[in-house]
T-cell receptor, first 115, second 114 residues
């Protein structure tokens, strides 16, 4: 009965390094989303996975960002050659197969700081 | 693609007063409009939603209204309490389609003063 789990909860890295952020969705949820929340800002859509369909990558800000979802479950968001403007909280959310509520269940987020 | 604008960015009210947050969306095919509340340091959580086949929905002190013609929807909180203080996000999407991504507004920071 665990919720969406994200790791690491905090990551400090140096400019130019690559980082990987992990998301474990709620078991059985077919939809998985990544959002970015900069300090005091809104929820910026990054990428959306739905079942076996091709992911919607339209929100990825540059080709330094990529994400994959293995086996329809765990997802990894990778940021290559990090820049200071990448500093933000990266939120993952999952949602069950289309239901009446359509509710997204968010994780606690991974706070990324690029020095 | 969908674009959601949210106003105001900050809102301060006295305890007991009402608060209204407004959003507009661009995609006329959007048919599902949820509202999420994010308390300080916490994850966003769904508080209420509305589908395009209804114009209003209420749940105790909160209500949402939808005007499909004008492509805007609003959150109304009555009898505000200090625990209502949080950031509120509206969102829009086409449910039950292959393009079901949820696009959020910029958020409204609501402060309820005791």
């Amino acid at each position: 009965g665990a919720g969406v789990s994200q790791s690491p909860s905090n990551k400090v890295t140096e400019k130019g390094k690559d980082v990987e952020l992990r998301c474990d969705p709620i078991s059985g949820h077919t939809a998985l989303y990544w959002y970015r929340q900069s300090l005091g800002q809104g929820l910026e859509f990054l990428i959306y996975f739905q079942g076996n369909s091709a992911p919607d990558k339209s929100g990825l800000p540059s080709d330094r960002f990529s994400a994959e979802r293995t086996g329809g479950s765990v997802s990894t968001l990778t940021i290559q050659r990090t820049q200071q403007e990448d500093s933000a909280v990266y939120l993952c959310a999952s949602s069950p197969r289309e239901t009446n509520t359509g509710e997204l269940f968010f994780g606690e987020g991974s706070r990324l700081t690029v020095l | 693609g969908e674009n959601v604008e949210q106003h105001p960015s900050t809102l301060s009210v006295q305890e007991g007063d009402s608060a209204v947050i407004k959003c507009t969306y661009s995609d006329s095919a959007s048919n599902y409009f949820p509202w999420y509340k994010q308390e300080l340091g916490k994850r966003p959580q769904l508080i209420i939603d509305i589908r395009s086949n209804v114009g209003e929905k209420k749940d105790q002190r909160i209500a949402v209204t939808l005007n499909k013609t004008a492509k805007h929807f609003s959150l109304h909180i009555t009898e505000t309490q200090p625990e209502d203080s949080a950031v509120y996000f509206c969102a829009a999407t086409r449910r039950r389609s292959n393009t079901g991504k949820l696009i959020f507004g910029q958020g409204t920071t609501l402060q309820v003063k005791p």
